[in-house]
């Protein structure tokens, strides 16, 4: 049998499954999921429906936003088409051009229907299979909008997306107010390389200022005069949909602060940056961009969006002109969101104004992350314990719910009744496992499960919370174990969010049932091509014997094969008298006795907390 820290966590957390591949007209294409549907074109990651859920969004969000009604709008690049889609959802929103130069694509947009839209059944959407510059210069049409998203400048040919000419075409495609959105990545990118891109956007356009959608991400946007923010104006259209849906679940934010918390710098800033030093103008005869940013590929370093927002925020400057009352303290700590959308956790630690504006961004933080014993300790360690956003109540249940307060189901009523049911379903699943109530609150997480096959922008990580919390809750159940393992073994959540980890649980679950047929069944693909390495190899085995199952001794060889060819140790076999001494890895404790190191698997995700005195059992602190 395997060791309980061996059954709690057997595989590998960095692979990306391939769900199909084909070679297409201009390159190969691969649709893989690790955490969530991602698209590769010639062996790149381009594209991930929910890790780059918060840049596909805010890219027409934000220009949508602040512009004063956009009817007719183009978008290069279809993607997973989540730009295109919920663009052509915007009330008002007439014609969605869409340019996109390789057709495999439109198979994964298809795939990404549950997060797009449905985008290519959408009547006022119009995609054009073809090169996106001949689009341009050969139509008649005048937009209000226009968001260029392609690939990294590295790229071949993609450089020829961010030239003097290129702009120069889609300006002459701009109604008299229109805005251009150039995404461009703010990784792996030095300043020189930058001031390149300014310096040929600024060529073309009078007015350029920068805005950030995610980590990373930068969103240029350009138009021939400057721009006022009407804020209230703002702060009136996120309340409606789809806005008052995309925002919160894409950007983690979900009011015209929130926006404004995206803002990076002025024109006057991208101006001093982009004539500091002199820099060549991208054009199509000599296009230096390409290999600029060549040159900085796998570098790991470089954040232009951290050092604008410290430059800004240091100097007072990290404003846009607005017209209107904003509440800036609330702007200031809510920055630090653009770089939680990713679900890394690694925020930077951008100046805040005040001891408790820092403690509320930091509650957040752990909250979105799943640590809510220190979400807790952080939130009620200050003044303002109101959630100002649907995100924040999401954060403030959970923590609730942990605490056995049962506040935490007001909350979560709240919540479901603003469609947001896969969230109030984990939170009263938490709250339940709290008060000893396992059935109940499995049924509530089953019930998250669900609902997760439907939405695919859930707030945070609801998903993890869904499927990890089921392990906690059916400790020594064979029959609930069961059941949670049927459960999640129905289908992957919503483009294949999560999906490792729920093939990981649902395995972990059946082996812990008694059900030899279950656990067959839970192996899928795993039953013949395992993954390699002994924990997983070892229950694998045990499960196939006790089914009876023709692959068994096949399976235990597998298990002595991975055997032979480790390391192993030279005491492996040897029939020795126990140790009269502690081993280096023990420690006593101040009565002389010997402490067992505590040991954890780095690469298991954190798993989420259940108050300590439940009956679902010694859950460990994220």
């Known amino acids: 049998g395997l060791d309980k820290n061996e059954v709690r966590d057997w595989s590998h957390r960095t692979r990306l499954r391939l769900l199909w591949e084909r070679d297409g007209v201009e390159s190969s294409l691969g649709v893989a999921h690790g955490n969530g549907l991602t698209f590769l074109v010639s062996g790149k990651a381009d594209g991930a429906v929910y890790g780059d859920r918060g840049t596909q969004a805010l890219s027409w969000v934000i220009p949508a936003l602040l512009h004063d009604g956009v009817k007719n709008a183009f978008v290069l690049g279809l993607g997973t088409g989540m730009t295109a889609g919920w663009l052509s959802s915007v009330p008002g929103v007439e014609h969605v051009d869409v340019a996109e130069l390789e057709p495999a694509i439109i198979e994964v947009a298809r795939g990404a229907a549950a997060a797009n839209q449905n985008v290519l059944e959408r009547p006022n959407v119009h995609l054009f299979v073809g090169d996106g ?32 000419e290129f702009y120069t075409a889609a300006a002459a495609r701009l109604s008299p107010n229109g805005v251009f959105a150039q995404w461009v990545q703010g990784y792996e990118i030095d300043v020189q390389t930058l001031r390149i891109v300014l310096v040929t956007l600024r060529s073309v356009f009078h007015f350029v200022e920068a805005w950030q959608t995610q980590g990373g991400d930068m969103l240029m946007l350009a138009s021939r005069e400057p721009r006022v923010v009407d804020v209230e104006r703002v702060r009136a259209r996120a309340l409606t949909e789809p806005f008052r849906s995309v925002l919160p679940r894409a950007g983690l934010v979900g009011d015209a602060e929130g926006v404004l918390s995206r803002f990076l710098a002025t024109d006057a800033v991208i101006g001093g940056i982009a004539t500091a ?235 812990a049932s008694t059900d030899a047929a279950l656990c067959v069944a839970s192996l899928g693909r795993n039953l013949e091509l395992p993954w390699w390495n002994l924990p997983f190899l070892a229950a694998r085995a045990e499960c196939l014997e006790k089914a009876g199952h023709p692959h068994a001794a096949q399976a235990r060889a597998e298990v002595a094969e991975w055997v032979g060819n480790t390391m192993g140790e030279v005491g492996a076999g040897l029939d020795l008298p126990a140790p009269s001494l502690p081993t280096p890895a023990e420690h006593s404790d101040q009565d002389g006795g010997v402490v067992e190191p505590a040991t954890e698997d780095a690469a298991a995700p954190p798993v989420p907390d259940v108050a300590a005195d439940s009956a679902a059992g010694d859950a460990g602190r994220d």
């Open 133 to 164: 510059r001949e689009f341009l210069l050969t139509g008649e049409r005048k937009y209000d909008l226009l968001v260029s998203e392609p690939s990294n400048p590295y790229r071949a040919g993609v450089a020829s997306l961010f030239t003097r």
């Open 277 to 511: 030093v002199p820099a060549p103008i991208n054009t199509d005869d000599e296009n230096a961009l390409e290999y600029a940013f060549a040159r900085q590929v796998g570098s790991g370093g470089g954040s232009i969006p951290v050092q604008l927002a410290e430059l800004t925020q240091s100097r007072g400057i990290a404003r846009p002109e607005v017209r209107g009352a904003v509440d800036w303290r609330r702007v200031d700590e809510l920055r630090r969101r653009a770089w939680l959308v990713m679900g890394t956790g690694n925020a930077p630690d951008l100046p805040l104004p005040d001891a408790g504006t820092r403690a509320r961004a930091r509650a957040f933080e752990a909250g979105c992350g799943g640590d809510f014993v220190r979400a807790g300790k952080l939130w009620f360690s200050q003044s303002d314990v109101t959630a100002h956003d649907v995100v924040e109540k999401y954060v403030l249940a959970q923590i609730l719910a942990q605490r056995k307060d049962e506040r935490a189901l007001a909350l979560a009523s709240e919540l479901g009744r603003e469609g947001y049911q896969a969230e109030e379903h984990v939170i009263r699943g938490r709250y339940l496992a709290g008060h000893g109530n396992r059935a109940e609150a499995l049924d509530e997480l089953l019930l998250a499960v669900a609902d997760l096959r439907k939405s695919a922008l859930p707030l945070c990580d609801t998903h993890r919370q869904a499927v990890e919390l089921m392990p906690l809750l059916v400790r020594g159940d064979p029959a609930a174990a069961a059941k949670a393992a049927r459960g999640l073994l129905e289908g992957p959540l919503a483009v294949h969010n999560y999906e490792d980890r729920r093939n990981d649980v649902a395995q972990q679950l059946a082996f």
